[in-house]
């Protein structure tokens, strides 16, 4: 037999017409309800909340993708049965299958930020072209072939489009479809290293990369960079020692430094590389995001099959938009054609096709300027609240593009520790350590402005020096045989001594 609540337990408040509060109002209910039992009808829900039959709705619907209720048609909707709870699982013996761990990054990198975001390099929902991106799906979700079965390089339209945009002589065959650029670092990182072998990388670089190589295991060979980029002295010699055939760059504002390579270190880069028989793994992840009106050509241009180009839509539209392209000619790319078919067998024409209409329509262009402008303001306003409100860290340089600021700390203080305390001052940053792939050369942080407005970016920074100060100020100031000695205690310790 059906049990039925009565609508007594409901939240009574009839201001509560939004279905969000609805939604709440359903789950306290739902909460404290036998599984199988009843809930009101819409009409009765209607009636408690003087809500729209479409609200009520929207909100059981709310609820019944989150597992607590179930719809049945023409009878009514029900409370669902909550999982039951089980002991904690002891899965200890996999570590004796699995072996040591990999050198992993910390976890944090990789977990959703929460408090003034000043750390994630993804763009904020007043940066996102929604509109852009909505419509654009709609037109997309519309076509039959949004739903087919696509080649496993991607539709013949999107593959044409990143062939005219890294410019050059490439073409639509020279182009691969992938979701994401982490995909496409991980499909490209696969093909052209063996397990085990190296890849030089530089020092700093993106913490993703990093990442992606440990896991597969691979050796990073890390080179320092100086204002003009990559050190073409190191570089030589480490394609000597090392063996490396991969190079992997981010050549115009490099994510964190913001460092672009000059004129003369690209091409000694690529004479070092060509001269070696070595890659170049192109990370364009900065191409929307160049203030200047004519930013650096891409290497590609140069160097064609000497070049792995890679380059995403995410950083200049939204997260949820998952598509880059990988350029690359002769064997390599029929091996990451492949290795990409085995993987994923194709990736799914909907993603594809939204992301065409996004680019190709005449808004894409004012949507670029509109997003450049508004990250060059902010990127001036938290330089002047920089030198307003935390003077004593160093910024490295301020530069033409991206979305990266990269600090180094007042000399003493640890990174880890100002990372944790900005956090419990609810300020997200992030620390510099992940991105070396070997000792770090001092204590540094990254400031992003791609996920903060103005004014939380000005709160952030000035929030982000008073926790500098306080542990500055919290410092345990040296004993008396740490400080300098005179001559007089000089020749009183050797006396003793």
Sequence with gaps: MKTSITGSGAVKDARHTSDGRIAGALRALVAHASPGSRIPSLRELCSTHRASPVTVHRAISQLAREGLVIARPGDGTYVARRPAESAPLDSSWQLSVLGSAPDALPAVMYEPPSGLLLGTGYPDVGLQPLNLLMKAARRASSRERAWDRVP????????????????????????????????????????????????????????????VLRSLGLRAVPVAVDEHGMRTDLLEAALASSKARAVYLQPALSNPTGTSLSAARRAEVLELVERA????????????????????????????????????????????????????????????????????WFFTGLLQDTALELVTTPAWQRHLLELRHTLRARQAETVRALGKHWPEARLTRVPDGGFSLWLELPEGRDELEFVRAAAARGVQVSPGRPWFAAEPPGAFVRISIASASVSELVQGVELLGQVSRELGAGATAPTRTETAASPRQRRARRARN
């Excluded at 390089?153 to 005219?164: D, K, N, P």
């Excluded at 241009?301 to 839509?313: F, K, P, Q, W």
Aim: glycine share 10%; aromatic share 8%; hydrophobic share 45%.
């Design 152 to 211: 496993p390089e991607g539709s013949a339209e999107l593959r044409a489009w990143f062939a005219r945009d890294v410019g050059g002589d490439a073409t639509a065959a020279d182009v691969l479809i992938v979701p994401g650029g982490q995909a496409a670092l991980a499909a490209t990182f696969r093909t052209l290293v063996p397990f085990g072998g190296p890849m030089i990388v530089e020092s700093p670089t993106y913490f993703g990369a990093l990442g």
């Design 277 to 344: 028989g070595a890659f170049v793994v192109e990370d364009d992840y900065a191409r929307d995001l160049s203030f200047s009106a004519s930013p650096p050509p891409p290497l590609f241009r140069e160097a064609g099959d000497h070049v792995v180009y890679i380059r995403s839509l995410t950083k200049s539209t939204a997260p949820g938009l998952r598509v880059a392209g990988i350029v690359a000619r002769g064997p390599v790319r029929r091996r990451l054609r492949l290795l990409r078919a085995v993987e994923d």
